[in-house]
């Protein structure tokens, strides 16, 4: 069976190495992003926080990779992952080492927020994985790279609390734990600028032929293309009134008015741009041979939306329910229990991937998100009563639902448009962060048990959608630079 070929231990294989080397990246990436989550009363303890305002940290936290993604998405196809990866990487470390030195809860909240940068590093991995993998194996070597990579959170959660109370210890080992990992992230990001490449050796990586938006194939396409925009700048000023003297008054009324007054001159330019790449499809029409739905972008996004945005609100808030909920509990116990959620990406996600490429596409993603939808509601019955183990073991099985349905997700992705993968992945990206704000938002205003369940139910929605997604079959088409027409294989 080829989706078996993939021989993990054979570092001769070109496309193993890439592989290797870029889910590391991955990996680093996400323990720099959620390096500040075990350590929350550290944190909290040092700054005198209130409980709103670690909240706030979290949400501000997954707030900016909206647009990174969709940012980094159109750098990748345009630049090539080697390049972006490797200065994502260099520029993350900056920014956890001003973290890690803030003195104030302002420099905190800038520098979270700018941290959340560094989570559009998983979009870049996905055009790289894409370029070097077949189809038949594409699903399985996605859901290794996201899963291994994803990990990383889990990482952070089990060892950054020792680091900083072991190892270092003191009022400011929290700080030197943290800087660690962007010093680690910094030197990594000049090994694989100089180890990586964008693609096999003889391959064609094909660039989008305009910059600024998706090429879409239909004016049907074209309104839900712009349609699919608005709630990433609705959810941008969800953030901002959650900053704003509303919420955690972190800026005055004034400038959350300037912010919302921003995000409508950003959206109206975004269209501009979208129907100046598309204004010849639009007079004309697309050629046969290069159409594909856009339907299929949107529907993965929703599906995104509900699985990679609740573990990325789950995996924020984890550590401290469990400390409230189970009285007792260190903080490094919480941390490793919480753990538990991320650690399933080690198997759950490439399953995922395994599965779609297996047993077809659409069928897997349906089945995961309905499979997920039970976890949380599961979770969301759990209570101080129940035995730890058992607890921990409901978070595990709901999160193999959810990473394997990423996994799923990131199947299909590739296979859509190659030239435009990293706008693709970019864009489903930044709904699975629009999912984390969004449940984060919610759970500023209910319980953890409520938040478990309005989680669930948006996945029954998700389910629904996931039926009208067509399956990937026979072949899509590039045009090389010599006008040739290339079939690129993708089922």
Not at 63 to 89: E, H, K, N, Q, W
Not at 246 to 270: E, M
Not at 374 to 382: A, D, E, K
Request: charged share 10%.
């Amino acid at each position: 069976m080829s989706t078996l070929r993939i021989n993990l231990f054979d570092v001769r294989d070109p496309k193993i190495r890439t592989l290797h080397l870029t889910w590391f990246a991955f990996f680093l990436t996400f323990v720099v992003w959620f390096s500040h989550a075990p350590l929350k009363p550290l944190i909290m303890e040092a700054f005198n926080l209130t409980t709103a305002q670690w909240k706030t940290l979290l949400t501000l936290n997954v707030a900016l990779t909206i647009p990174a993604r969709i940012i980094i998405g159109m750098l990748v196809d345009r630049f090539g992952p080697r390049l972006i990866y490797s200065g994502l990487l260099l520029l993350s470390g900056v920014l956890c080492t001003c973290f890690a030195l803030s003195q104030t809860y302002e420099q905190l909240a800038l520098t979270r927020l700018l941290l959340g940068f560094v989570g559009a590093g998983f979009v870049i991995g996905i055009r790289m994985v894409g370029e070097w993998f077949p189809a038949k194996s594409v699903g399985l070597a996605q859901g290794i790279y996201g899963g291994w990579g994803n990990f990383g959170s889990s990482a952070a959660a089990f060892t950054l609390p020792t680091i900083a109370i072991t190892v270092f210890g003191g009022e400011d080992g929290w700080r030197y734990a943290i800087g660690l990992t962007g010093v680690l992230a910094s030197i990594y990001g000049v090994i694989y600028g100089l180890r990586a490449r964008n693609t096999p050796k003889g391959s064609t990586y094909f660039k989008p032929k305009k910059s600024g938006g998706l090429e879409v194939t239909s004016k049907k396409d074209f309104w839900l293309y712009i349609g699919m925009n608005i709630p990433m700048y609705l959810i941008l000023s969800v953030l901002v009134w959650k900053v704003s003297p509303a919420g955690t008054d972190l800026i005055s009324h004034t400038t959350a008015l300037i912010f919302y007054g921003l995000f409508a001159v950003l959206f109206v330019y975004q269209v501009y741009h979208i129907y100046q790449v598309n204004k010849e499809m639009l007079k004309h029409g697309a050629a046969e041979s290069d159409k594909y739905e856009f339907k299929q972008v949107a529907i993965l996004d929703w599906a995104y939306f509900v699985t990679f945005g609740s573990e990325l609100a789950v995996v924020s808030m984890l550590p401290g329910y469990f400390l409230d909920t189970f009285e007792g509990l260190s903080l490094a116990a919480a941390g490793a229990l919480a753990s538990a959620y991320a650690f399933m990406n080690l198997v759950a996600r490439p399953s995922g991937g395994w599965f779609s490429d297996r047993f077809g596409r659409r069928k897997s993603l349906s089945m995961l998100i309905i499979g997920l939808g039970i976890g949380y509601f599961v979770l969301s019955q759990i209570t101080g009563s129940w035995p730890i183990f058992l607890a921990v073991a409901a978070v595990m099985c709901c999160s193999f639902f959810v990473q394997a349905g990423e996994g799923a997700v990131f199947a299909i992705v590739p296979l859509i448009k190659r030239r435009m993968t990293g706008q693709i992945a970019g864009m489903a990206g930044a709904f699975g962060n629009v999912g984390a704000v969004t449940y984060l938002t919610a759970y500023t205003f209910v319980d953890a048990h409520t938040f478990f369940l309005i989680i669930a139910g948006s996945a029954i929605a998700v389910f629904l959608l996931a039926q009208m997604l067509t399956e990937p079959s026979g072949h899509t088409t590039e045009v090389l630079p010599d006008g040739t027409v290339q079939l690129i294989e993708v089922s």
